[in-house]
């Protein structure tokens, strides 16, 4: 089950870094587009208009899905902002009991916005509702992967929730005392 658990994160992970490759790619064929119709203009010639319809909204949304598939694998890495000076301060079964609680809140949490993230993209979807730029999008596609970063997002929650529980070391522990987490305990 680890190995199925780590995949899902890198895989979450690849995509959210293929979701940043298409945003800069569809930002540099939007200048090259731009400089070519400008050079054309200068030496006379009528511009070809080369340009991404809907540039701005769907970088947007490619933009949403990089940051929502990332959550899970930044959770594990130790990436996210946590405050531990509290933490540090305690006597450590408190703060184990306080690790726990914070997990668990985290986790009902995570759970009740993915629930709600599903019951948008099912209303999207069966609304058929669209994005108002040029190129009207299916609201529901990016819904759908905010939705599935959230879930995968919750399930490395429970994973940590689950070792917080049975006293086993967290991933962002691990990975904060400098140790290069490569999906393992």
Known sequence: MRAGLD???R??????A????????????????RIIDGVRK??????LGLLVPSLAEICGFFLVS???LALAGTLRRGDHIRVSLLLQHLPVRLARFFEIW?????????????????LQALDSYAYNEVSFGMIPIPLVIPQ???????????IALLDDFIHALTGR???????????AWEGGD
């Open 7 to 9: 995949a899902l994160y």
């Open 11 to 16: 895989l979450a992970l690849g995509l959210a």
């Open 18 to 33: 293929a979701c940043l490759v298409a945003i800069a790619s569809l930002v540099v064929l939007q200048v090259f587009g």
């Open 42 to 47: 200068i030496l006379g010639f009528e511009i």
């Open 66 to 68: 990089a940051s929502f």
């Open 102 to 118: 914070c997990l668990g809140v985290a986790l009902l949490l995570s759970g009740y916005f993915t629930w709600h993230s599903a």
């Open 144 to 154: 759908v992967v905010m939705t599935l970063g959230l879930a995968v997002f919750s």
């Open 169 to 179: 070391d967290l991933s962002y522990d691990v990975a904060d005392e400098g140790e």
